[in-house]
C-alpha cells in the first residue's frame, strides 16, 4: 500500500489540506497527516483548526512513498529540519507534491530546476529554475504542483492516480460525482 505524508504548519490552506487528505484516503493510500508545529492541533490560514496525525518530531519522512505539502503559507520555509527532509527525499527520489504557495519550498531547494510547475499567481518568482505553466496540475518527473483551492480535487486525484493507480483514482472520482 502506497504511504504518504501531508504536512501542515500554521497558516495553512484548509481547503487544500483537508480535500487532498480526503480523497487520499477515499483512495486506501496510508496518510499521516503531520504537523510541523509544536502541537497536534494546527491553524489555518481562515481559522480552522485540524487536528493531525502526529507531530514532525516523531515521523521520519524518509518512510514516505510521497510528501504532500498544501500552500495557504511560505512558513514552511522557515521550519529547516522539515526543508532538510523534502531536500533529503528529492536526493532519495521520493515523490513530491506541493499546492499553491507550497512549490516556493521545492525552487528555495532546487528541486523544481528544469521542471514544469505550477504556483498561486504571485509566487511564480519563488520557483527557481522552472517554466511556470498555468495547468491546474502538473506532474513533471517525481514532482507534482497545483495553482490553489480550485484546483485540490485535481490535485489530489492526480496524486491517487500517481500512488494507486488509474482505476482507483477514476473510482475516487465517481465516488465524488466529478466523473
Known amino acids: 500500500m502506497a504511504k504518504a505524508a ?3 504548519i500554521g497558516g495553512f490552506e484548509e481547503t487544500e489540506a483537508v480535500t487532498t487528505a480526503d480523497l487520499l484516503r477515499r483512495g486506501k493510500v496510508d496518510l499521516d497527516v503531520v504537523s510541523l508545529d ?4 494546527v491553524r489555518g490560514s481562515h481559522g480552522i483548526e485540524i487536528g493531525a496525525d502526529r507531530l514532525f518530531a516523531d515521523t521520519d ?4 512513498d510521497m510528501l504532500v ?3 495557504g503559507t511560505i512558513a514552511y520555509l522557515d521550519h529547516k529540519p522539515f526543508m532538510e527532509a523534502v531536500d533529503r527525499a ?5 515523490r513530491l507534491a506541493a499546492i499553491c504557495a507550497a512549490p516556493s519550498v521545492l525552487g528555495a531547494l532546487g528541486i523544481l530546476n528544469g521542471k514544469r510547475a505550477a504556483c498561486y499567481p504571485g509566487f511564480e ?7 511556470i505553466v498555468k495547468d491546474a496540475v502538473v506532474t513533471d518527473g517525481l514532482v507534482t504542483t497545483s495553482r490553489g483551492p480550485s484546483t485540490a480535487v485535481l490535485f489530489a486525484l492526480e496524486l491517487l ?13 465517481g465516488d465524488i460525482l466529478l466523473a
Request: charged fraction near 20%; charge should be positive; glycine fraction near 12%.
Open 38 to 41: 509544536p502541537a497536534i492541533r
Open 61 to 64: 519522512p524518509s518512510s514516505y
Open 90 to 94: 528529492a536526493g532519495a527520489g521520493k
Open 161 to 173: 492516480k500517481i500512488l494507486q493507480g488509474d482505476k482507483v483514482a477514476s473510482m475516487v472520482k
Open 6 to 8: 501531508l504536512f501542515l
Open 125 to 131: 518568482e519563488r520557483l527557481a529554475g522552472a517554466t
Open 69 to 71: 505539502i498544501p500552500g
